[in-house]
């Protein structure tokens, strides 16, 4: 279906933009959306919230930092 290509493509930019603000209005213009009707959408299609998975890449990307950057302290990843 043609919301795939639009989830796929707002997944993309969420996880290229990780280190910054990403707000409900900037992602449901990526997939050509409302904010209400993205929302709902994105919920359905990934089985979580937009704010979780969100968070859930960036709880991702600090434990594989702690894994594999010894260099890196808990305090620079926060």
């Known amino acids: 279906p043609a919301y ?3 989830f796929q493509r707002v997944c ?3 996880a290229r933009h990780l280190d910054e603000p ?5 992602l449901s213009a990526i ?3 409302s904010p209400y009707h ?5 919920s359905a299609y ?7 998975y969100i968070q859930w890449l960036r709880l991702r990307r600090a434990c594989w930092r702690l894994a594999f950057n ?3 302290k ?3 990843i926060t």
């Open 22 to 26: 990403l707000s409900l209005e900037t």
């Open 38 to 42: 993205f929302h709902r959408q994105f």
């Open 31 to 33: 997939a050509h959306s």
């Open 70 to 72: 010894p260099r890196d």
């Open 4 to 6: 795939v290509g639009r």
């Open 74 to 76: 808990v305090i620079d």
């Open 12 to 14: 993309r930019y969420i």
């Open 46 to 52: 990934t089985g979580i919230p937009l704010y979780r």
